[in-house]
């Protein structure tokens, strides 16, 4: 097992690898649209993919953008988020397990990336972060087919021998009557099937995971599943058939599973050679998993406060063609707050005097305040493992054009890490999700709370 954390460490080329950059870059150019797989276009780099550096010149590779894990030949790799590198660490298997967990913590308030609210206790001792995902939904799908199996009516034309539905009258006449076969007779009608599309989804996930789960009871759950829908027939599916999939009160349960197919199929990538699987990877861009987050948990945790994601009603130039798209618009009713999340790390360097945050940033979000008119800005940064800041470092760009206007920005770091984790803590083993990160979110509820208060309360210079 190799650990890669986002940009940071390296690792050697083994020859049990040989043949995975040309499997990622075949897999690159295959892969499918989803909404978090925008931005590639403007990457500068070398290699033709994006999920892992190949370093030929000292035979190691690196992480890139993407969390998650890849099963080659056998072997696996985790990508890590920056946030967890500590370069005089050695992690452990259960340090490993405790940053997957935060990673699934994050999904459960994302809104894009589609994660069910439907969880269990987890044991980091004998899961990893896919092999919980798989459990999840295997478990959860058996304990639904069980007792219940998605039907759905869809219309059949077909030639029978009695009338039923209604009369195709055109294929009737050219090829019944027409012919002599006035006994038999095309209809259309809206049998209650059960080999429908969403159950072929099913079908497809479960049979894709099923060879990439390890665990025996994650097995028992995906066979059982392709048991009950032994009937299906076996058609590829794609996220966005996924996605357009909906539901009448009636099979409401049935959106988790649902949501599960759509996450797996948004964010896995396979490659098959002579029908054997011989890579598999799941990855997620942390980069919008954690803008993601933020919204989801603002939303969901912060009372007295609207979060308006990814507004885009402004343009920077005259003619409408460089668009501004604020990650958050906060409206605390009597003032509103521009909120903008990087996925960077900052305070890491005691001696930098901007303390890691880029101009650009600054320049990103002023423009911003500009057309957007308004006065209140924050940006919010991830804690990592190794710098957690307390205080906040503030900003006042004073606006010569505009009457000396002054535009408040201030730079915050968001408690997102539960440190007892990685200290031996073991509370948190075979908890359920939320009750692992329940102190992680009340600190990150209280923090965003001062970041509000010092907006609304507090006036600039």
Known sequence: MINLFEYQNKTVLTPDFEGLELFLDDIWRNREKSPYWYGEENDTK???????QFLHKTDEIKSNKYVGVIHYEGKKINLLPKIFFDGDREYSKTDVHAIQ???????????????PNYQTSLDT?????????????????RELLKHSIYQQYEEVRREVQFVRGRLDMNRYITENL????????????????????????????????VRQTGNDETKKYLGEVLFILDEVADE?????????????????EFETVRDYCQLFLSHAVSFDYKNELRLFAFLLPMEYLFEDFIFGFIEKEVDGVKAIAQASSRHLDQDNKFQLRPDLILDTGGRRIIADTKYKLVYTDPDDQKKGISQADLYQVLAYAIRFKIEDVVLLYPDTISSEMNESTGFIIRDEFAEQVDVKVTVWQLPVINRGMFL????????????AFDGTKHDLKEKLQEILHSHIFEQPG
């Open 125 to 141: 001792e004998k899961s990893d972060f896919f092999e919980v995902l798989i459990y999840l939904f295997a478990k959860y799908t």
């Open 236 to 252: 590829p599916a794609t996220a966005d058939e996924c996605a357009a999939i909906q539901f009448n009160p009636a099979f409401a």
């Open 178 to 209: 027409s012919r002599a076969r006035w006994h038999k007779v095309h209809c259309i009608f809206d049998p209650f099937v059960l080999d429908n599309r969403f159950n072929q989804i099913i079908k497809y996930v479960a049979s894709m995971l």
């Open 424 to 435: 031996g803590d073991s509370s948190h083993r075979r908890v359920h999700l939320k009750v």
């Open 46 to 52: 070398i290699e033709a993919q994006q999920f892992l």
């Open 101 to 115: 967990q935060h990673i699934l913590w994050w999904l459960s308030y994302c809104r894009k990336i589609k994660f």
